[in-house]
């Protein structure tokens, strides 16, 4: 059985699909390149896949130099990476957008496939395959960051010592205004454990904005010194911790939330 090539059509389909590719590994790398960067390098890519399929060779060497020029191509001219590190990220970012883009079409399909003949049908799947990809690559990068900014903290406190986990806010932008301190946020269970029974004492009350714009006040206390054991241990003296009623934090697997000024 012998099938028919339309070239323009596949080199359409392949520009699409490397533009929409270079796109998710450009927005999860936070490269420089610019959009006539990313349209360069999908066009390259689109025009050497033809190139590739034309020449007579065989399948498996077609398939090396699909893995190896065109790939490497659109890395460096739609992406303008040219490090070893970054070169190796970027390509391991398009294989995986393409891993996202190809199931989900392929999942569309299953409900779509007799349409798939109408081209603007097609695209539209393309799209919404692509809006899909985008967002599981976003939820993909937040579990990454949210793992990355975990650490585990040491309170001391007298001759007491308590272990918790912590996760580093970035938008934690609590200072107390009287020291210029920042400030951390303990549960108030990790507070109790902490002084073991015996009664907080010199416990100061600090103004706070909530998300919801509510004023409130937060009960703070200091302590005499903990180490954050992050990619490098960080003694902080006297930090000031104010206590929350809130039990849990980062999705119930934290006991603490740290100031990023501190860290």
């Not at 392929?106 to 097609?122: A, V």
């Not at 272990?163 to 549960?187: E, M, Q």
Request: charged fraction near 20%; hydrophobic fraction near 45%.
């Amino acid at each position: 059985m012998q099938y028919g090539l339309y070239i323009d059509v596949f080199f359409l389909v392949n520009f699409v699909m490397d533009y929409l590719m270079l796109q998710m590994a450009g927005k999860a790398l936070k490269c420089t390149a610019t959009h006539g960067n990313v349209i360069a390098g999908a066009a390259a890519g689109a025009f050497f896949s033809c190139v590739v399929i034309l020449i007579p060779a065989p399948a498996w060497m077609k398939i090396i130099c699909m893995h190896t020029l065109v790939n490497t191509s659109m890395v460096i001219i739609g992406l303008k990476i040219r490090e070893k590190s970054g070169f190796f990220k970027a390509m391991a970012l398009m294989y995986l957008s393409g891993f996202l883009l190809g199931g989900i079409m392929t999942w569309l399909r299953q409900y779509l496939g007799r349409y798939l003949r109408i081209s603007c049908l097609f695209f539209a799947i393309v799209i919404i395959s692509y809006f899909l990809s985008s967002k599981s690559m976003d939820f993909l990068e937040s579990l990454w960051k949210l793992k990355k900014h975990r650490c585990q903290v040491t309170l001391c406190q007298k001759d007491r010592v308590c272990k918790v986990n912590a996760i580093i806010d970035s938008g934690n932008g609590l200072f107390d205004s009287l020291t210029g301190k920042p400030v951390h946020i303990i549960s108030e269970k990790t507070a109790k454990k902490l002084f073991e029974g015996e009664k907080i004492r010199r416990i100061r009350y600090i103004p706070y904005h909530t998300i919801q714009e509510d004023e409130s006040i937060l009960p703070c206390i200091t302590i005499d010194r903990m180490l954050i054991h992050g990619e490098q241990e960080k003694l902080v003296v006297s930090p000031l911790l104010g206590i929350s009623g809130q039990r849990l934090f980062g999705n119930g697997t934290c006991e603490m939330i740290l100031h990023p000024d501190d860290c």
